[in-house]
């Protein structure tokens, strides 16, 4: 499964509308768009050194963390971010693909179902959240076809699971089950 970062910008109200601050923003996103993270980066760093709690600034540098695999720098951004502006739902879906991509499976849904509280009307958390909620239904039908090998049921109900999430994807799951039983 593909879990949605979301890349846009943030909707943070009209004091982040300023001129100069959309065309720097527009710019570091043709950066991105254009694959040349390095100097998206480097021009985040300079807008932020003159207004270091930009909030759409910061979101967009940990979509380029993690699109270029810095997932943990990325991820202790999000957290930032997210004590800095609760309010905002797109970090905590952000927080919670990251956390997915981990195997972290409960963190992700605690994190996409904050950002539906926050934003109900949020299609990527609903989409990343029937996914989590997907590979949660695969770790624990592993889990129980361990306990119950002979069950008629699981094998089927496993492999829909892993049809849906993808082989790569759930082949980790049963071990991901059985480290998180062993807690």
Do not use: C, W
Not at 86 to 96: G, I, K, Q, T
Not at 157 to 171: D, E, I, M
């Amino acid at each position: 499964m593909q879990f949605r970062i979301f890349a846009a910008r943030l909707l943070l109200g009209a004091a982040m509308t300023a001129p100069v601050f959309a065309d720097e923003l527009s710019e570091v996103t043709r950066l991105q768009r254009a694959g040349q993270s390095a100097a998206a980066l480097e021009r985040i760093e300079q807008a932020l050194a003159t207004n270091p709690k930009d909030a759409q600034m910061r979101f967009l540098k940990s979509v380029i963390l993690a699109e270029t695999g810095r997932s943990g720098e990325a991820l202790t951004l999000l957290q930032l971010i997210v004590q800095d502006y609760p309010e905002l739902a797109e970090p905590h879906n952000n927080l919670a693909a990251i956390y997915a991509a981990a195997g972290e499976y409960g963190k992700a849904r605690a994190e996409l179902e904050e950002a539906l509280r926050l934003n109900p009307l949020y299609a990527p958390a609903h989409e990343n959240l029937g996914d989590v909620h997907a590979l949660l239904a695969g770790q624990s039908y592993a889990r129980a076809l361990r306990l119950e090998p002979t069950s008629p049921s699981l094998p089927k109900k496993l492999a829909l699971v892993r049809q849906l999430a993808g082989p790569a994807t759930l082949a980790a799951a049963p071990a991901a089950a059985a480290s998180s039983s062993r807690r």
